[in-house]
């Protein structure tokens, strides 16, 4: 039986590679972006990049988890499975909303500390598992 805090860990190092794969996407973007911004004088584009932000990182964790993993979580032999038998897309979308933005993550690590699930695990009716469980 693997401990909890085993898993809990692997899940901390799963985030931090995911979070760099996140911000990687985002710089290459503005690298590409940068030019066409400054050529055409759109620097109002700016204003909505925290947009942009969200929607890379929830189409990352959702698109990714939904078809096996992401980067970090095949790292460390993590897989989201649903309890009730097959993942669905609207339970990886759920869970996943909290990273849109850091307050509602750390709210949602906090409730869920020391339980097997985080809230909106519990909400999506998923949790994350050894792969090889």
Known sequence: MIKMEEITKRRLFAFIIDFLVVNLIIWALTLLAYPVIVFTG???????????????????????????GTIGKLNQKLEVVSIEG?????????????????????FDVILGYNKELRLFDKIAGTRVIMGDQ
Not at 42 to 68: D, K, M, Q, R
Not at 93 to 100: D, Q
């Open 86 to 106: 097959d993942l669905k897309y609207r339970q990886v979308i759920i869970r996943n909303l909290p990273k849109i933005c850091w307050f509602p993550l750390i």
């Open 42 to 68: 759109s620097f109002f584009l700016y204003n909505y990049w925290l947009v942009l932000l969200a929607i890379v990182t929830i189409s990352y964790f959702s698109y990714f988890e939904y078809h096996g």
